[in-house]
C-alpha cells in the first residue's frame, strides 16, 4: 500500500511594504540566501521571480532542469506546477457560465451523473470551493497501490468516484481539499463547450493573454519542449527522476513559466477574459459559508489570507517532484513566484519568507529545538482521543516522537521542553502532561484537550479472528492480513511488502499508519472495516466469504520477521 505524506502550509505584524518604484537594493542578496538549497551545480532547482506594478524586478533560476544533459533551469523553464492548475479551471467554469452555458448553482447531476451524490444535493459550487463531501480519487488510487506510472484517464477517474459507497461529510459541512471536484470540472468542461479542457483554456485564456508558453499537458507522458524534468532524492542519497501517466487534469497538470503567470496575475487588475467585465474577478475571489455559518478559506481555486496582515491571493501545488508557490498581495500589487523541480518542497517556504522580506514583516519568534532522551519520551506514547472524533497515534521512532492524527499522514514533532513540542510542517504545538495522562493541541487560537486511551491488549478471540482477505469495491484492490508469531502483518494485492497491523481498542485498528474501523457483525465477528487515509475517510473492506485464516507466503513471513 502505497502512503505519501500530503503538505501543510500556514501563513504569518503589519508594516509597510518598500515604497512605489523602490526595490530593496540587496533584494537579489537576500533571495539567493533564501533560495540557498536551490542553489546547486549539479542537482535540481528552481525559478523564483518577483514583481511589482506588472514588472519584473526580480527573475533568477537556480540548479539544472536536466540533470542527464547539465541543462540549467532558466527563468523560461517550463515547470509542472500541480494544484496552481485549480484557478485556471475554476475561470474555465467561470466563462462558461458568462456565456450562459452553465451556472454554478447547477448540481453536478446534471452533467456528471456518473458521479453517486447519496441523496445529498452536491453542486458545482460545492467542487469549486472544496466542501462537496466527496472523497478525494487520487487518494483512493493510493490506497489502491497505483503508482501513477500506469496510464490512467479521465474514464478511469469516473469509474473510482461511481464505485464510492460514501462520502467524506455532508455537502457544505467541511472545507476538505480534494482534487476529485477539480478533475470533473474538466470533465464537464469538455461535456459543455464541446472540447477538452486543455483546447478551451488554450482559446479562452492562455492566448487572450498572451501566455505562450503555457498548457494543459494532456498526455502525462508526451515530451513537452523546454520543461524542467522532475527529481527526488533516493534514499541512497542519489537524484531519481520522477514521471508519470497520468492523464487527468483541472486539479493539475497545468505547465507554465514565471513570465506568463505574471499576464495571469495582472489579469485581476485589469480583467481581459470573457466579456472583459469586473464581475468575473470578483467572482473568482469570492468565499463561501459553510453550514454552520462559518466562512470557508478557499475560493474559486485560491486560498485567500495574509501575511502579516497585508492580505495574500495564493496557491500552492506539488506534483511527482516538481513544486510550486504563487501569491499575490493586490493591495501592493505585487506577486511572487517560486516554480521547483528539486522534490523538496521548499517551494512555499521560500516564496512566504521572500513576502516577510519584501513586505517587511517581523518573522516572530523561532521556535528551538532541544535534545530530550528516548527514554523520556517513552511515557508519551500512546493513543489519545476528544470523545469518539479525532485520534492522535503517538510513536516512538528512532529517538522521535511521530504524531498521527484520525486521516492524515504521521509527521515527526520536535521538542521545546521536556514536555511541549512542535511541528515543522504546520504552524501547532502539543503539550503533554508530565506523567503522559493527557496532551493538548495549540493551533489557530485553538486549546484541544486529548486524553490518552488505557493501554489496550486485544483478545486472543479477535487477533485470531481478524487475519483473511478483505476486498474493496471502492478502491478496487483487497487486503489479506496474516499473523506471525502473535504479531498482525497485511499484505495488499498490488505490494509485496508486510506492514504491521496494530490493535488500539476492540472497535479500532492501525494498518501502516492509517487508521481503520473494525465492521462487525451481530456476533462480533469482524466482517470488515473502513480505512482513512487523509482525503478519503471511510473505504470500505469487506472480510471475503470464502476467507480463511491464511498462512504467509514463505517471502512475505521474512519481511514482516525484519520489520
Not at 280 to 292: P, Q
Request: hydrophobic share 40%; with cysteine; net charge negative.
Amino acid at each position: 500500500m502505497l502512503v505519501r505524506p500530503w503538505p501543510f502550509f500556514v501563513a504569518a505584524t503589519l508594516m509597510p511594504v518598500f515604497s512605489l518604484g523602490q526595490v530593496p537594493t540587496d533584494l537579489e542578496a537576500q533571495i539567493d540566501k533564501i533560495a540557498v538549497d536551490w542553489n546547486r551545480k549539479s542537482g535540481p532547482g528552481g525559478v523564483i521571480a518577483v514583481a511589482r506594478d506588472g514588472k519584473m524586478i526580480f527573475s533568477k533560476s537556480y540548479g539544472l532542469a536536466d540533470l542527464d544533459h547539465s541543462v540549467k533551469n532558466t527563468p523560461d523553464t517550463v515547470m509542472d506546477v500541480g494544484s496552481v492548475s485549480k484557478q485556471f479551471t475554476a475561470m474555465a467554469i467561470l466563462l462558461l457560465e458568462e456565456d450562459g452555458k452553465l451556472k454554478t448553482s447547477d448540481e453536478i447531476t446534471k452533467y456528471v451523473p456518473e458521479v453517486p451524490t447519496f441523496g445529498r444535493k452536491i453542486t458545482l459550487d460545492n467542487l469549486l470551493h472544496m466542501n462537496s463531501g466527496l472523497r478525494d480519487y487520487l487518494n483512493v488510487w493510493l490506497i489502491g497501490g497505483y503508482d501513477f506510472i500506469e496510464k490512467r484517464t479521465f474514464d478511469d477517474m469516473l469509474r473510482t468516484l461511481s464505485r464510492q459507497q460514501g462520502l467524506n461529510a455532508d455537502p457544505g459541512e467541511e472545507f476538505n481539499y480534494c482534487n476529485s471536484g477539480y478533475a470533473l470540472m474538466a470533465v464537464i468542461i469538455e461535456r459543455v463547450s464541446g472540447k477538452p479542457i486543455h483546447t478551451f483554456c488554450k482559446e479562452r485564456i492562455f492566448e487572450p493573454l498572451g501566455m505562450k508558453n503555457t498548457y494543459f499537458a494532456s498526455e502525462g507522458d508526451l515530451v513537452q519542449k523546454d520543461r524542467a524534468v522532475s527529481y527526488v532524492i533516493g534514499a541512497d542519497g542519489k537524484w531519481r527522476m520522477l514521471w508519470s501517466r497520468l492523464g487527468t487534469t483541472g486539479d493539475g497538470g497545468l505547465h507554465t513559466t514565471v513570465a506568463d503567470l505574471l499576464l495571469w496575475h495582472e489579469n485581476f487588475y485589469d480583467n481581459k477574459l470573457g466579456q472583459g467585465k469586473p464581475d468575473l474577478i470578483t467572482k473568482a475571489l469570492s468565499l463561501t459559508k459553510l453550514n454552520n455559518g462559518q466562512e470557508s478559506p478557499y475560493a474559486y481555486g485560491y486560498f485567500l489570507d495574509e501575511i502579516g496582515g497585508n492580505k495574500r491571493v495564493q496557491h500552492g501545488g506539488n506534483w511527482l517532484g516538481y513544486n510550486a508557490a504563487t501569491a499575490r498581495f493586490p493591495d501592493h500589487h505585487l506577486s511572487i513566484f517560486a516554480l521547483g523541480n528539486a522534490g523538496d518542497n521548499k517551494a512555499q517556504s521560500i516564496a512566504d519568507e521572500i513576502a516577510r522580506f519584501v513586505l517587511q514583516v517581523p518573522k516572530g519568534e523561532t521556535l528551538k529545538e532541544i535534545e530530550v532522551p528516548a527514554a523520556d519520551l517513552e511515557k508519551y506514547v500512546g493513543t489519545y482521543r476528544v470523545g469518539s472524533g479525532i485520534v492522535l497515534d503517538v510513536t516512538l521512532e528512532g529517538g522521535r516522537l511521530m504524531v498521527q492524527a484520525t486521516g492524515q499522514a504521521k509527521f515527526p514533532v520536535f521538542p521545546m521542553s521536556a514536555t511541549r513540542f512542535f511541528w515543522k510542517v504546520v504552524k501547532a504545538e502539543i503539550e503533554f502532561k508530565a506523567d503522559g495522562s493527557s496532551a493538548t493541541l495549540f493551533q489557530n487560537g485553538q486549546e484541544i484537550v486529548f486524553n490518552r486511551s488505557q493501554p489496550f491488549t486485544p483478545s486472543p478471540e479477535l487477533v485470531k479472528d481478524l487475519p483473511g482477505t478483505y476486498e474493496s469495491v471502492e478502491a478496487e484492490t483487497s487486503l489479506t492480513i496474516y499473523k506471525v508469531d502473535g504479531m498482525l502483518y497485511a499484505v495488499s494485492e498490488r505490494d509485496s511488502e508486510a506492514v504491521p497491523v496494530t490493535l488500539s481498542s476492540s472497535d479500532r485498528a492501525t494498518i501502516q499508519g492509517l487508521g481503520a474501523d473494525l465492521m462487525k457483525d451481530a456476533t462480533g465477528k469482524v466482517r470488515g472495516f473502513l480505512l482513512d487515509f487523509g482525503r478519503a475517510k471511510g473505504i470500505r473492506f469487506v472480510k471475503a466469504k470464502s476467507s480463511v485464516v491464511p498462512e504467509p507466503p514463505e517471502d512475505k513471513a521474512k519481511a514482516a520477521e525484519g520489520k
